[in-house]
């Protein structure tokens, strides 16, 4: 793909992202029709459905080589090959229990990857009016504003993005680590929109996000931001991600923040100890 080519697909994106979000952000006082998807703690609203439409509609039309990955699974019927073509991965809603409880704290997210590499990330918070873009190479923005590269920092001193679900029991990871972690972090938050969470990492408001299972839309637009600022994005046993996986752990950091989490927690056959005090 050339670099006009590469460019008119990325202002075509983010044009179509602020667009939806505009959209939603004008009729955020509408009723709105929410179903269960698995359980009654996996919504989607119309809304959801709805956004992602409106990007298989426009991408159909101006790109009908490119394959899409949505979470709402508008587009079907492709032959998805995630690691030989032109991908737009979309999160119509990232954070759509935030959307229909709070009205706030959710965003739209695309990610796009040529042969497995993210080339193009936005992740745009429409309530916030808040834009975090990227493409590889060119460096990464918040409402147009260059993102500088992640400056480092110690466990103790982080602010870490945690989902509040995975420090329970669970059949991913044994959770005496991240009880450990989080018991030497400043500070840990859970922001409800994974999206958002990368987002924040990339503009110095988070330090770390760990979240244990991740699909390829909810992490694909963050990526791509995150790497234009020099931050390490893997699995929580530092593996690279792959947008193959239907569901992954990730975990991104600046790069000597992710080697002491993944050295001393993580990874490590010897987690440190620390006792609250009352
Ligand atoms: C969810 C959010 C949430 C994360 C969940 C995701 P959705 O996405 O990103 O923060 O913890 O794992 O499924 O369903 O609201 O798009
Ligand atoms: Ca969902
Ligand atoms: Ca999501
Ligand atoms: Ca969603």
Do not use: R, V, Y
């Given at each position: 793909m050339n670099s006009g080519t590469f460019k008119a697909i990325f202002e075509h994106a983010k044009e179509w992202t602020l667009e939806a979000g505009r959209q939603l952000r004008e009729t955020l006082q509408d009723q709105i029709v929410v179903e269960y998807k698995t359980s009654a703690a996996d919504l989607v609203t119309e809304k959801d459905k709805a956004i992602e439409q409106f990007f298989v509609e426009r991408i159909n039309e101006f790109y009908p080589k490119h394959f899409i990955l949505g979470e709402e699974g508008i587009a079907s019927g492709q032959e998805f090959q995630p690691e030989k073509e032109t991908v737009w991965i979309i999160?119509?809603?990232?954070?759509t229990t935030n959307f229909v409880?709070?009205?706030?704290d959710f965003s739209i997210s695309i990610g796009i990857f040529v042969k497995g590499t993210p080339m193009i990330g936005i992740i745009y918070d429409p309530i916030q009016d808040e834009c975090f873009y990227a493409q590889k190479g060119e460096g990464a923005y918040h409402n147009g504003k260059k993102l500088p590269l992640l400056s480092e920092t110690t466990v103790e001193e982080s602010v870490l993005g945690i989902?509040?679900?995975?420090?329970?029991?669970?059949?991913?990871?044994?959770h005496a680590r991240f009880q450990s972690l989080v018991r030497h972090a400043r500070a840990v938050r859970s922001v409800g929109s994974a999206a958002l969470e990368l987002a924040y990492v990339a503009c110095g408001r988070f330090d770390g996000s760990v979240s244990l299972r991740l699909s390829p839309w909810d992490y694909a637009g963050g990526v791509a931001i995150l790497e234009e600022v020099g931050a390490k994005v893997t699995t929580i046993d530092n593996q690279p991600l792959s947008i193959s996986a239907k569901r992954t752990t990730v975990f991104a950091a600046s790069p000597k923040l992710h080697q002491e989490i993944m050295e001393?927690?993580?990874?490590?056959s010897d987690i440190p100890k620390y006792s609250l005090k009352v």
């Open positions: 999160d119509p809603i990232d954070g409880h709070q009205k706030k989902n509040a679900l995975w420090l329970t029991s669970n059949e991913i990871f044994d001393n927690f993580l990874l490590s």
